[in-house]
Structure formats: structure tokens, C-alpha cells
């Protein structure tokens, strides 16, 4: 590697359809599209230049400086062409440039102590952009703590699922150490073409824990005042309860813990009647409410 080396370079070809919840889906309106795919392009674009597998961390991280240089004035052209649109619509940068803080972390840490080490990576990994989307919305703040606690179980989710893939290839865990101290396993495990009845125990209950971040944020959709992105938290609210059930009773290491297209569908209906059965009983209380 050279010290001439680009962005571009660094970049998985991966886009939003690669992953794993949806992103701008076809739920929320047309005006608000356009500013989050100008946000996920560069959160896009600089956790591709994180995750490269050889390319020295000295280089990530002078590549990662051009991104946080670009929201404020020349740099990378994702970061300029996001900046354009936070101007336009009168938008902080402070979420963009918290997910670079998380980008940096991720050059240099590969490991995280215990819970609340994770917590704090999630504050900056997942939590800006579930804030973004908020504030692209023009949703209230009263709605952050929720958002904070579905978005940190969305990568603790991601993390469970790539556990073996993030240690084969980054010599990266995002599993709390204590967890596997206690469990007396040995970080090696990881790199197993099976996990051992003792990694599952650790990998079933960081699942658990990561559904007590899911009740947290079970209230989050009727807190939205948006009814097309109330809906889609919704959807999203019931696909990571769904993939937090299958991390408890399956093993991660050899399976693909992931949805299917034929079982997204039941999913994506039943999410739809849970959300439209909260609209009943809110307008119920309402109106009850009305005639008192």
C-alpha cells in the first residue's frame, strides 16, 4: 500500500440493498429519500474504508480525516455532497461526524471489555443514524432515547451475525470480553467452523440482553409523528425481534443468520397489524379521552 492510496480504493461495491434493514425504503416520503441515501453513501463509503482487511490503519484513518474535512470544507466528495444537503435543509453535521468517531474506533480497537464498552461504540456506530433520519423528519428529541436503544440492538444484532467473519478478517470482537471470560471461552473459538455449547450460551445471552434494548425501544414507532416512517420503525422493530429469536436458538458460526425473502413476508404483515393495531388504540384513547 502506498500513501497515495484513494477512497475509492477501499470501497466493498456493497450498497444499500446489501443490507441487512431496510434503507429510504419505499415507507418513507419521497422529499426525505434523497438526504438519507446522501448520509448512508457516506456512512457508506468510510465504514468501507474502516472494514478493509490489508489496508494499514494509518492510511484508514488519514482517508477517514478527508471525510470529516469534507463536511465542513474540501475533502471527500461523499462527505462535501452530504454537507450540501445538511445546508440545504439547515442539518447538523454532528451525526455524520459521530459515525466517523466510530470509524476511527474501529482502525484502532478490536476490542470491547464488557457491555458498556459496546453501548458506548453503538452511541456513536448506530445511534447518529437512526438520529439523522429523525431529524431529517423533523421529529421531536423526546423520541432519541428510544431510537438510541433499537439502534444499538440493530449492530448488536450485526455483530452476533458477523461475529466469525469480523475475527477471521479484521482480528475484530465486538463481543464483551467479560462474556466470554465468564463462559471461560477463549477468543480463538470465534474462528471455529462450529460454535462450542459454550459460545452459544455467550452468543444466546448477548440475544437476551439485546431484546431488553428492544423493549426500551418497543414504544418508539407511536412516539413518531411521521405515520410512513412510524411504520417502517415498526417493520424494523419486528425484524430484529424476529433475528434476536434465531441468534438465541441457532449458531451464527455455521449458519447464515439471516432473514429469507419468504420470510420476510409474513414479518413485513405482521409488523404492518401490530403498527395498525397501535393506531386503533391510540385513536380509541383518544377519542375516549374527547368525551370525557
Known amino acids: 500500500m502506498t500513501d497515495g492510496m484513494t477512497g475509492a480504493e477501499l470501497?466493498?461495491?456493497?450498497?444499500?440493498?446489501?443490507?441487512?434493514?431496510?434503507?429510504?425504503?419505499?415507507?418513507?416520503?419521497?422529499?426525505?429519500?434523497?438526504?438519507?441515501?446522501?448520509?448512508y453513501r457516506f456512512a457508506r463509503a468510510a465504514d468501507d474504508m474502516a472494514?478493509?482487511?490489508?489496508?494499514?490503519?494509518?492510511?484508514?484513518?488519514?482517508?477517514?480525516?478527508?471525510?470529516?474535512?469534507?463536511?465542513?470544507?474540501?475533502?471527500?466528495?461523499?462527505?462535501?455532497?452530504?454537507?450540501?444537503?445538511?445546508?440545504?435543509?439547515?442539518?447538523?453535521?454532528?451525526?455524520?461526524?459521530?459515525?466517523?468517531?466510530?470509524?476511527?474506533?474501529?482502525?484502532?480497537?478490536?476490542?470491547?471489555?464488557?457491555w458498556d464498552a459496546l453501548m458506548d461504540y453503538c452511541r456513536y456506530s448506530a445511534m447518529p443514524?437512526?438520529?439523522?433520519?429523525?431529524?431529517?423528519?423533523?421529529?421531536?428529541?423526546?423520541?432519541?432515547?428510544?431510537?438510541?436503544a433499537l439502534c444499538a440492538a440493530l449492530q448488536v444484532v450485526n455483530h452476533l451475525q458477523d461475529c466469525r467473519k469480523d475475527f477471521l478478517a479484521l482480528n475484530r470482537i465486538y463481543m464483551p470480553l467479560d462474556s466470554l471470560a465468564e463462559a471461560s471461552v477463549r477468543v480463538e473459538a470465534l474462528a471455529a467452523d462450529k460454535a462450542s455449547p459454550a459460545l452459544l450460551r455467550v452468543i444466546s445471552g448477548l440475544a437476551r440482553r439485546t431484546m431488553g434494548l428492544l423493549e426500551i425501544s418497543r414504544p418508539f414507532a407511536s412516539q413518531i409523528a411521521d405515520a410512513r416512517l412510524a411504520l417502517e420503525v415498526s417493520v424494523i422493530q419486528k425484524l430484529a425481534e424476529d433475528l434476536c429469536c434465531k441468534l438465541m436458538r441457532h449458531d451464527p458460526l455455521s449458519q447464515r443468520v439471516h432473514h429469507t425473502k419468504l420470510e420476510l413476508v409474513p414479518l413485513l404483515l405482521r409488523a404492518t397489524a401490530r403498527f395498525m393495531g397501535r393506531g386503533r388504540e391510540k385513536r380509541a384513547l383518544g377519542l375516549a379521552g374527547r368525551t370525557r
Request: hydrophobic share 40%; aromatic share 8%; glycine share 6%.
Open 129 to 148: 443514524v437512526g438520529r439523522f433520519v429523525l431529524d431529517v423528519h423533523g421529529e421531536a428529541r423526546s423520541t432519541w432515547p428510544a431510537n438510541d
Open 11 to 39: 470501497q466493498s461495491g456493497n450498497g444499500h440493498r446489501n443490507e441487512n434493514f431496510p434503507v429510504a425504503s419505499i415507507l418513507i416520503r419521497k422529499p426525505y429519500r434523497a438526504p438519507i441515501m446522501a448520509f
Open 51 to 114: 472494514d478493509h482487511a490489508t489496508a494499514p490503519a494509518a492510511e484508514k484513518l488519514r482517508l477517514l480525516e478527508e471525510f470529516r474535512t469534507g463536511l465542513t470544507g474540501q475533502g471527500a466528495e461523499e462527505a462535501m455532497a452530504l454537507r450540501e444537503v445538511l445546508t440545504a435543509r439547515n442539518l447538523t453535521s454532528q451525526h455524520a461526524a459521530d459515525l466517523l468517531e466510530a470509524f476511527r474506533r474501529d482502525c484502532t480497537i478490536q476490542r470491547y471489555r464488557d
